[in-house]
């Protein structure tokens, strides 16, 4: 049975791949931020308790990455994807109205984090596996109609 550790697999575009990825007879492996609520996810895993596992990560943690890294000690997945990614707290703000916190914490979250996630986690994929990454529709400049210029950090015209 082909394996995939998917990195932020709790809801929205990450459940969605666990979803397709548990029907067609894979093992996943998918995370969640912690905080004890119950997720699509779990629900998924209620219902296919040997094709699915959960871990706990939130990616901007280094010690979380690096408690993930061990529990993971001796496993090979054909797949790491990561799709953790967020979007600062008002989506309306423009560029000048963002604070400098919000915007570190989002670029922390959606750039820098997982990369170290590839970087930390790429020794538990075969070495013929694949690595992906993908943003949100929020990182689409061309799809940029509501003005949420933080997540893409292009400005939009007035």
Partial sequence: MPSILLIGASRGLGHAMAVEFVRKGWHVVGTVRAGGARTPLH???DTH???LEIETLDITLSEQLHALHGRLDGRVFDALFVNAG???PD???TIAEVSTEDFVNLMITNALSPMRVLEKLADRV???GLLGVM???QGSIANNHAGNESYIAAPRRH
Avoid: E
Wanted: glycine residues 12%; without cysteine.
């Fill in 126 to 128: 075969r070495p013929d």
């Fill in 86 to 88: 967020t979007t600062n």
């Fill in 91 to 93: 989506p309306n703000q």
């Fill in 43 to 45: 629900g998924l895993a």
């Fill in 135 to 137: 943003s949100s529709g």
């Fill in 49 to 51: 308790p040997s094709q």
